[in-house]
């Protein structure tokens, strides 16, 4: 058995840890905070919502970066695993809506706590406050890690489990990406992911606080449909946010990165075709026929976006139901169907969930988390270009990855 160094204290950190200490190695965690899993605290708005629970077929299904490099880790500790180990290590588990799974008492802590049990259970070597400067690396071989102090701490394998860039307030600033370049490895260029978007209209911050429900998003590039789904989203001071979008925003990021703008459409009606609409705004104005369009509008929509309506419609605010002809009925039913905005760019690592990019799958071996160029250099979590959809999944790819990772050593 050897000695083990894992870098990094978060999910795929301490998942690491605690398996290569189960497979009997010497283990001993570096963590540059004061407490371990600093980020899980603050997932699922404190509740931490640590997996989900779903068939691991549908689970690939939410992966958007390299969902095949995945099989090997997920069938090895999968959603299932991850809910045995966190109740055999005294928490009881419980699972909500759309099969995210939470601690039963809604406390982040209880998380950390039962992985800190894990670690107990092995003896890993625990040291907060504790940075690591860069590896130490000979002929292409791990010898262990520099620390930030000048001090050289030698090891037979070294697992990275540093995150990507968002949230660096709990600690992840890129550090084992700048050390996978130095040695060669290639990186991925990251971008923030599961984040709210920018977009070019005036009239879209002037309905800040707005939360639409039950509506359809759909994102064009030109012709080409990039993004198309069902759900709550949410207007801000600098563009949209809320579910819909932050999981648009995986998904279209790269066409941001490349400094496009992209066009994008809510059904405000997506229950309703467009005979049905039109039999419902027919019935509505002959019911109101003396009165303004804005306060039939008002039926159909939320108050604070009706004064946007009717500017993008470009009639009078004063317009009454008896004077609209049926060619404006269809243009208004047009808006109702694809209302309109301008993407023009990500909000940047501050605000995202996750990282995209990352250090590049293809120089590790996806059954083992190994470096394929360096021995005795291992990486899991969110160092790595893996990112998914909310609802646990990522949470779940840190600690798949970084179980894999010890076992494999």
Known sequence: MGKVI?????AAGMMAAYSAGMCGHTVILLEKNEKLGKKIYITGKGRCNFTNACDIEDFFKN????????????????????????????????????????PESDHASDITKALSNGLNEYNVDVNLKTEVNGLLIENSVVK?????????????????????LSYYTTGSTGDGLKWATQAGINVIETRPALVPLNTKESYIPSMQGLSLKNVNLTIFDGKKKLY????????THFGVSGPLVLSASSIIGKKLQEKRNLSAYIDLKPAL??????????????????????????????????????????????????SITKEERQTIISLL??????????????EAIVT?????????????????????????????????????????????TGYLAGISI
């Open 63 to 102: 992966v958007v970066s390299n969902p095949k490099f995945l099989y090997s880790a997920l069938y090895t500790f999968s959603p299932d695993s991850m809910i045995d180990f966190i109740e055999s290590h005294g928490v009881k588990t419980k699972i909500e809506r759309g099969n995210r799974a939470f």
């Open 356 to 400: 995209a990019g990352g250090v590049s799958v293809k120089d590790i071996d996806p059954s083992t988390m190994k470096c394929k160029n360096i021995e005795g250099l291992s990486f899991a979590g969110e160092v790595l270009d893996l990112d998914a959809f909310t609802g646990g999944f990522n949470l779940q790819i840190a600690w798949s």
């Open 228 to 235: 198309d789904n069902f759900g709550e989203m949410l207007f």
């Open 273 to 322: 075709n467009i005979s049905d609409l039109d039999a419902r705004l027919l019935r509505e104005f002959n019911e109101n026929m003396n009165k303004h369009l804005s306060t039939v509008l008002r039926s159909l929509l939320p108050s604070s976006m009706v004064p946007v309506f009717i500017e993008i419609l470009g009639f009078d605010d004063e317009r009454q139901i008896n």
């Open 337 to 350: 169907k694809a209302f309109p905005f301008t993407i023009v760019g990500l909000r940047d690592f501050k």
């Open 144 to 164: 262990g890690v520099l620390l930030k102090n000048g001090t050289k701490l030698l090891a037979d394998h070294v697992v990275v489990c540093t995150g990507g």
């Open 6 to 10: 894992i870098v990094g204290g978060g």
